[in-house]
């Protein structure tokens, strides 16, 4: 049996709550976890896991075990990664998870400053609207947007992003363009963005002067993920209220136009949020750096 590999399985299956989970997000086989959880069960002559037909729970000595395991995997982890960092390269697989505009239009173009700096580091980059379970999951970090609501995680900010609502040049000469938002819920189709888990569409905001308005309409379409939001508009189905980032070159070209350009909201934040008791890698470390720079110059 190899203790070490076993170890990390047997860590992989309590974090992810099941051995279907841990072997997809270890790219072993099913029957291999098993195999080396009962090869570990055995050597050390304890009971770490209860398993039934429907559920999968930690005993009392698995999770003194896992506690223990944990401390020393991250001792090892640190002690290759400080022969890396001394040779001035981190090395190895990180695993970050971001929505569809944030990839295209920020990370992807910029990838390969990155790997020009740590060309032995992988990049896992899961692409998606939805939120994950960066446990389960076993995700390094995720870039979410917004107010702070997972308060178990560790967080860093990355930057702010101003808002544009435009539209395509052929939406406005049919239908005109707005001089106030409470027109666009009278008189305008709108392209609408809902939350990929709750199917609530994400309500647009404005403030000019004080005053605020919210327009929260499901539209004549609506959409639950970014770059389809982006294409919508680029049809000209209608206008949408998004990230200047996401539109900025398609303003350029001519392929959007904005409008009103006096109503801004206040500017959305980014983090970039990590599992708090779990080993930062040095990987993952400069991985995060990275982002802090490359969100530092966003729009």
């Known amino acids: 049996m190899n203790q070490l590999l076993a170890m990390r399985v047997f860590a992989r299956v309590v974090e992810a709550g099941s051995f279907t989970k841990a072997a997809d997000s270890l790219n072993l086989p099913k029957t291999s976890v098993s195999k080396l959880v009962a090869e570990l069960e055995e050597h050390l002559g304890v009971r770490l896991l209860q398993r039934t037909t429907r559920r999968l729970t930690v005993t009392a000595d698995g999770m003194a075990y896992y506690e223990r395991a944990s401390t020393l995997m991250a001792e090892l982890d640190d002690l290759d990664g400080s022969f890396a960092s001394a040779q001035g390269r981190p090395r190895g697989r990180v695993r970050v998870d971001v929505g569809g505009s944030v990839a295209c239009m920020l990370i992807i173009p910029a990838l390969a400053d990155f790997h020009g700096r740590y060309p032995d580091i992988q990049i896992d980059l899961g692409v998606s609207d939805r939120p994950v379970d960066l446990i389960s999951e076993n995700v390094d970090c995720v870039i979410r947007g917004g107010p702070l609501t997972e308060m178990t995680l560790a967080a860093r900010p990355l930057g702010l992003s ?138």
């Open 162 to 299: 101003s808002w544009t609502t435009c539209a395509a040049p052929g939406y406005l000469a049919r239908f005109g363009t707005p001089n106030h938002p409470r027109e666009l819920e009278k008189h305008h189709r709108i392209v609408s963005y809902h939350s990929a888990r709750t199917g609530r569409v994400m309500p647009a905001r404005f403030e000019r002067n004080g005053e605020k308005v919210e327009v929260k309409e499901r539209g004549v379409v609506s959409v639950n993920e970014s770059n389809a939001h982006l294409a919508a508009g680029l049809a000209g189905l209608g206008i949408i209220h998004t990230f200047n980032y996401t539109v900025q070159p398609h303003l350029e070209r001519g392929d959007l136009v904005p409008i009103l350009q006096d109503w801004q909201p206040p500017r959305y934040p980014f983090h970039v949020l990590y599992p708090p008791n779990r080993h930062l890698s040095n990987r993952v470390r400069v991985f995060i750096d990275w982002l802090a720079e490359l969100f530092g110059s966003m729009g």
